[in-house]
Nanobody, 124 residues
Framework: QVQLVESGGGLVQAGGSLRLSCAAS????????MGWFRQAPGKERTFVAA????????DYVDSVKGRFTISRDNAKNTVYLQMNSLKPGDTGVYLC?????????????????WGQGTQVTVSS
């Protein structure tokens, strides 16, 4: 089992940047595929980015391609989401998730472990 704790959210103006971190505790972090999801008020949880356990495969939702970068440091048991050129539509709670399949899944149903989330608010 793995526990996930996100940090790095906040209030930023449009065009600004934030770097989210997700620290994992537990065993075998390097064997988990990792994902970031966003949940806006009153809306479903949606896929943002994912990375396979090896770090060799990444996937992004089209709306963040070229602006967001997912990365991981297995030595630190941490996955990151660098967010640049932020837009008001990026606002929401960002949740980190881990899957035991080692892959970069898009569907939230493939993820067994979730953090509590960190709030990102982008003002116009």
């Amino acid at each position: 089992q793995v526990q996930l704790v996100e940090s790095g959210g906040g209030l930023v103006q449009a065009g600004g940047s934030l770097r989210l971190s997700c620290a994992a505790s537990g065993r075998a972090f390097s064997s988990y595929g990792m994902g970031w999801f966003r949940q806006a008020p009153g809306k479903e949880r949606t896929f943002v980015a994912a990375m396979a356990s090896s770090g060799g495969t990444t996937d992004y939702v089209d709306s963040v391609k070229g602006r967001f970068t997912i990365s991981r440091d297995n030595a630190k048991n941490t996955v990151y989401l660098q967010m640049n050129s932020l837009k008001p539509g990026d606002t929401g709670v960002y949740l980190c998730a881990a899957n035991r399949g080692r892959l970069a899944f898009r569907h939230h149903g493939n993820y067994a472990y979730w953090g509590q989330g960190t709030q990102v608010t982008v003002s116009s």
